[in-house]
């Protein structure tokens, strides 16, 4: 039940507005925004853009959240054919509120959409979609200390069809969550399983994209990192079962006693992450050393032993930087797992949240006003 339709003309779309009329009381709201969790709640509106072979983008739409009605034949639901992106909005001091690098998630959706042969949605069309749904729901956007506002854009193929070809028809969404720290225990050091019998992609694959199919294949072995202590999974390379990839939804940094960051290096199987890049640039203003390459999970085991490896972390959005303690796997630990969280890693951290938060000087033009 929704009232008040209004177009708003967005770069290359209108958008047509339709506020919804079961918005939450403030109470309620604020109770929410109180201790908000991670990805459990959502705000009152939501954005739905179609697409068709025939018409292309059209149909914008900024509309009361709500479920979404699907044909059974729906090809996403057979053939997984879906990408999603992350990013957040913050609430600054003034009570404006902005986003950080959304260039970068538009163009990473359209490498996605690429990969999964779905329709690129132009940046320009990105963005504003983002802003209309910030722009409606302005007050969920939460003040507090490490909260924001996630924004989790996502595109479905629709057509009803079970011929297993790429779609000729599909919608593009964006709904809303308010968010604190992704880990239940907030910042405090994390341990992380190294899994030596799944893989999360391989070679020619869709590790590079950011789809659902990735985050459904490590929802096993991320059980299994549960079963043992840990709150992430570590995936190795699938070729010679030897080398870093990415944890089970984040990107993962050592720190060497010289100041020395090593990361693994995008391998066409491993997401590039906005926050995994935005750190290689701040570490590097500081004159630290950052090497994108092969690193072997035996070299952080023995790295963590000799002390030549003393922090490591794992970042996303949702995770922003988190830091890790120990690497343990089938018969091992590596590192302490009561370690206190690196110092580099605070450091980055903080660096890196005031940015977000616009405590510092956004030098890198980072950040992008919504409201
Ligand atoms: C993100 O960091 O935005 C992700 O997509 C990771 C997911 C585990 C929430």
Redesign the pocket.
């Known amino acids: 039940m929704s009232t008040l339709t209004e177009k708003v003309q967005a770069s290359s779309l209108q958008f047509r507005a339709t506020r919804s009329t079961a918005a939450r009381v403030a109470a309620e709201r604020e109770a929410i925004l109180a201790d908000p969790g ?2 459990k709640h959502f705000t009152d509106h939501m954005v739905s853009i179609d697409w068709t072979l025939e018409r292309g983008w059209h149909d914008a739409q900024l509309k009361p959240y709500g479920p979404l009605s699907l044909d059974p034949a729906a090809s996403v639901l057979h053939y997984a054919q879906e990408i ?4 957040k909005a913050y609430r600054h001091q003034d009570g404006s509120i902005w986003t950080f690098r959304p260039q970068a998630n538009a163009e990473r959706l359209q490498r996605s959409a690429r990969r999964l042969a779905l329709p690129e949605l132009p940046t320009d069309i990105f963005i504003e979609s983002i802003r209309q749904l910030v722009q409606a729901d302005a007050d969920w956007v939460p003040s507090a200390p490490e909260t924001s506002l ?1 924004l ?1 854009p996502f595109m479905i193929a629709n057509e009803s069809f079970l011929g297993v070809r790429s779609a000729q028809r599909a919608a593009y969404y964006v709904i809303a969550s308010p968010a604190g720290p ?1 880990f239940a225990k907030g910042v405090a050091p994390v341990s992380i399983w190294l899994s030596t019998e799944y893989a999360r992609a391989g070679k020619g694959g869709t590790g590079a994209a ?1 789809c659902g199919g990735n ?1 459904a294949a490590s929802l096993l072995p991320q059980r299994q990192a549960y079963d043992n202590g840990c709150a992430q999974v570590l995936f190795l390379d699938t070729q010679e079962n030897k080398y870093l990839e990415e944890l ?3 990107n993962v940094f050592l720190v060497c006693k010289d100041g020395t960051l090593l990361t693994p290096e995008l391998s066409g199987s491993i997401l590039e ?1 906005v ?1 995994r890049s935005s750190i290689i640039q701040l570490a590097r203003d500081r004159g630290h050393r950052v090497q994108e390459r092969k690193v072997s999970a035996q070299e952080w085991r023995d790295g963590f032993a000799s002390g030549e490896i003393v922090e490591a972390f794992a970042c ?4 922003v930087i988190t830091p890790i303690a120990a690497l343990k796997g089938p018969g091992f630990v590596a590192g302490d797992e009561n370690a206190p969280a690196g110092e580099l890693t605070m450091s980055l951290r903080k660096e890196l949240t005031d940015i977000q938060y616009g405590r510092v000087a956004d030098r890198h033009g980072w950040l992008t006003r919504l409201a």
């Open positions: 991670f990805g999603f992106e992350g990013l996630y989790r992704y950011k985050y089970g939804g984040m992450g926050t996303g959005t949702a995770a």
